[in-house]
């Protein structure tokens, strides 16, 4: 198997994406999403930008086309990064003393 | 020593090789993400305990500039992934040519993070004895009398995510500079492009960190 060579097309179109979604992140900041559902400001700047990560992830740094074990240190790098996150959040989020 | 691209010992395959070579960077990768993933931790628990101050506070970051560095930095992205390509297809002379354009976009980043940062000293917004955040409307103070020390808190997460962010700029323009010198002298074949590969695994990994730092910082109090 020889290494796959991502065209310059598929480039151009990966990062076009990227810019279009950096203005609709922008826009999206704009609007007072909170007042439709508490958060909600935040969850689509994130959502957002996971978006634009797996783009760059995919394409960029070529994860869809490495072999399986790359592609695997890739998903347990992100499942420990989840850990982390998951884990250390529910402890803080749910202290009774949070906000006081 | 310089490696041309010879197949090692500890290899069956040159393919396998290139293999290796990345996975080892991607091993490298997730420690990163790991250490960027504790900072990201401790703005996330922060925001939730200080959620009008950091919201007063993100207000007074320049999400112009924010915003022109996003586009920078992805640009930069697109640059670097043509000239891996470049290099795979054997275009000499037009790999060094996007790893020019690549260093340079850096540098705007670089530049303009420059005069964001120029700007708080400006305004008294680095954390330490000049700190001295503007004052609020009388109801934002009643929520948080406390609002000057933990924008402060705010400004040093800012300072310490951006900073290391920077200094991760800095390091790959470093990488880049080498990168351009061995390009130059035709180093880089369709047989053998590994650095080119493995830099750019670097450029665009700090790509994905200003993904992620531009809405949190920047935007997701802008609204009100």
């Known amino acids: 198997m020889s290494e796959h060579i991502v065209s310059p097309r598929i480039y151009a179109v990966i990062g076009a994406t990227l810019l279009i979604f950096t203005g609709v992140t922008y826009y999206a900041a704009t609007l007072d999403l909170n007042h439709i559902y508490h958060g909600l400001n935040v969850t689509v700047a994130l959502a957002i930008a996971v978006f634009k990560a797996t783009l760059v992830v995919l394409y960029f740094m070529h994860a869809r086309y490495s072999p399986k074990r790359t592609q695997l240190v890739i998903i347990a790098g992100l499942f420990w990064l989840a850990l982390l996150l998951l884990l250390t959040l529910s402890d803080y989020l749910s202290r009774a003393t949070m906000h006081g | ?224």
């Not at chain 2, 393919?15 to 990163?32: H, K, P, Y």
Request: with cysteine; net charge neutral; hydrophobic share 50%.
């Open chain 2, 1 to 224: 020593m310089h490696r041309t691209g010879e197949l090692y010992g500890q290899f069956q395959t040159l393919d396998q090789q290139r293999e290796a070579a990345s996975l080892g960077m991607w091993v490298f990768l997730i420690t990163e993400i790991m250490f960027f993933g504790g900072l990201f931790l401790a703005y996330t628990i922060n925001r939730a305990i200080y959620a009008v101050a950091f919201a007063e506070a993100s207000r007074e970051l320049n999400v112009h500039m924010g915003g022109a560095n996003t586009a920078v930095l992805i640009l930069s992205s697109f640059t670097m992934a043509m000239g891996v390509w470049c290099s795979q297809t054997g275009r000499k002379k037009l790999l060094v040519v996007f790893l020019i354009a690549t260093l340079a976009l850096g540098g705007v980043f670089l530049g303009v993070k420059y005069f964001e940062y120029a700007e708080k000293f400006h305004h008294h917004l680095v954390p330490g004895y000049d700190f001295h955040f503007p004052d609020v409307k009388p109801e934002i103070a009643a929520q948080d009398p406390y609002i000057n020390a933990h924008a402060q808190l705010f400004f040093s997460l800012y300072f310490g995510m951006t900073g290391l962010h920077a200094l991760h700029m800095i390091v790959g323009a470093g990488l880049l500079l080498w990168l351009i010198a061995q390009a130059a002298k035709g180093r880089f074949t369709p047989a053998y492009n590994t650095p080119v590969e493995i830099v750019g695994l670097y450029w665009h990994f700090v790509d994905i960190i200003w993904i992620f730092l531009f809405p949190l910082l920047y935007l997701i109090d802008r609204h009100t």
